[in-house]
């Protein structure tokens, strides 16, 4: 029965590979006016020219609370991944081989893992899609990008979890996994410093 389940839920688990990612799309170059500024015969030389190109994308006016929530996730993301590290360290011990052969103890610092950054890319999205086109959306883009390529690579492992016949994860794996996402909270606040300005 357990054999059947996991089958199911790795058919279910590669299904969702098709290209998918539910990141909001990026916005095109923003168009200037400079064809039309040429071809308005009012248009005098004497008169300043307006950059409307990358000036206008390299920052993003933001609400305060947009910028306490991003704030916010980078917060919990980097808390998701330093409590992963204590619990890690406290599961298997100094030498690396106190958890027991099932790996139950590193098993529940994954699942507090995954939960809190499948939450964090549910709020980045929600944020990003309320978010105008810009330089702040463009920042965080490698953030959640981060946190998406940790998920898509912790995602087949409950399936590894899930079925008894096979041998936990191995912690080199995890880890492997989690450093894809270790950068996402320095990214976040990157964002906040640079691009996301109120």
């Avoid at 190109?53 to 996730?73: D, F, K």
Wanted: aromatic content about 4%.
């Amino acid at each position: 029965m357990r054999s059947t389940i996991a089958l199911g839920l790795a058919v279910a688990a590669l299904s969702g590979c098709g290209g998918s990612d539910d990141r909001p799309d990026l916005a095109a170059s923003v168009p200037t006016d400079t064809v039309a500024s040429e071809s308005t015969p009012t248009a005098t030389q004497g008169e300043p020219e307006t950059t409307t190109g990358s000036a206008s994308v390299s920052r993003t006016p933001l609400r305060p609370r947009q910028r306490a929530e991003i704030v916010e996730q980078a917060s919990a993301a980097a808390g998701a991944i330093g409590r992963w590290d204590r619990s890690l360290a406290a599961c298997i011990g100094p030498d690396g081989k106190r958890d027991d052969s099932g790996a139950t103890c590193t098993h529940a610092a994954w699942n507090q893992l995954f939960d809190q950054m499948y939450a964090v890319q549910y709020e980045l999205l929600a944020l990003m899609d309320r978010m105008h086109r810009g330089g702040c959306r463009q920042a965080l883009t490698p953030a959640l990008d981060g946190v998406h390529g940790f998920l898509s690579g912790a995602t087949p492992l409950e399936v590894v979890w899930l079925d008894d016949q096979q041998r936990p994860p191995s912690l080199f794996d995890l880890q492997a996994i989690v450093d894809v996402a270790r950068p996402a909270p320095a990214r976040m606040r990157a964002a906040i410093a640079t691009s996301c300005r109120s």
